[in-house]
């Protein structure tokens, strides 16, 4: 069956650093990828998303690139802020059914 | 209410408690979901509805039973839970159940079974 395989962390990192959040994938066929983000007592929100190969999804300064030849969909920022702190899932849609999670990863950014 | 609104927020039940948690879409979308999050371990995908029918039954164990009276609105109704039930519970939902996947995410109830 489909699944998603991330770094769990904590990442910790301080403030202006560079972000890279690995995931890969297994999937039949062509999935979605997606990165949502979950900030402390809320649900998941959509980070960003890509549908097919070498699609890139960006969003608030993250980037993603559907990478079919190595099955990834790594996470990067440039510059991360504290206000980025929360927790990163990717995920992945194959079929006509929900979404395939990965465990997420804790990121914690420092001052 | 704008977007997908969970009540309760928080649920402490005793393990013979019957209990229901409410999911409300505020968006027009035709499919909605639960899903069931404990900690280390990746969200778990357990029902999914599209226009009202139940199309996915993740092996779920007959002490949680959904529930969707129209497009708008999906309950989980909870009894005889066991400890390892507790965890937060997400409901989701899509404008259609096939397409390009974006799903929006309720806060969650946060569920304790003592």
């Known amino acids: 069956g489909d699944s998603v395989t991330q770094m769990e962390g904590p990442v910790t990192l301080s403030e202006e650093a560079c972000l890279t959040i690995?995931?890969?994938?297994?999937?039949?066929?062509?999935?979605?990828l997606f990165w949502y983000v979950q900030y402390p007592g809320e649900g998941l929100q959509l980070l960003l998303k890509?549908?097919?190969?070498?699609d890139k999804g960006s969003n608030k300064g993250f980037e993603a690139t559907y990478r079919k030849e190595t099955t990834s969909f790594h996470l990067e920022k440039g510059s991360v802020q504290v206000s980025d702190s929360a927790v990163y899932f990717c995920a992945l849609k194959g079929g006509a059914d929900g979404l395939t999670f990965g465990k997420g990863t804790h990121l914690i950014i420092q001052p | 209410e704008t977007g997908v609104t969970q009540t309760p927020r928080h649920l402490v039940m005793g393990m013979t408690n019957k209990k229901s948690l409410k999911c409300e879409q505020h968006l027009g979308h035709n499919a909605m979901y639960w899903y069931k999050q404990s900690a280390k371990k990746p969200l778990e995908l357990m029902f999914v509805y599209s226009l009202e029918e139940r199309v996915e039954n993740n092996s779920v164990p007959s002490r949680f039973s959904p529930e969707c009276p129209n497009s708008s609105h999906l309950f989980l109704h909870l009894h005889t839970l066991q400890p390892e039930d507790s965890a937060l519970y997400l409901c989701?939902?899509?404008?259609?159940?096939?397409?390009?996947?974006?799903?929006?995410f309720g806060p969650g109830t946060r569920l304790t079974v003592t």
């Open positions: 890509a549908t097919k190969a070498d």
């Open positions: 989701a939902s899509s404008p259609l159940l096939a397409g390009g996947g974006e799903q929006y």
């Open positions: 690995n995931c890969t994938y297994t999937a039949t066929g062509y999935p979605s």
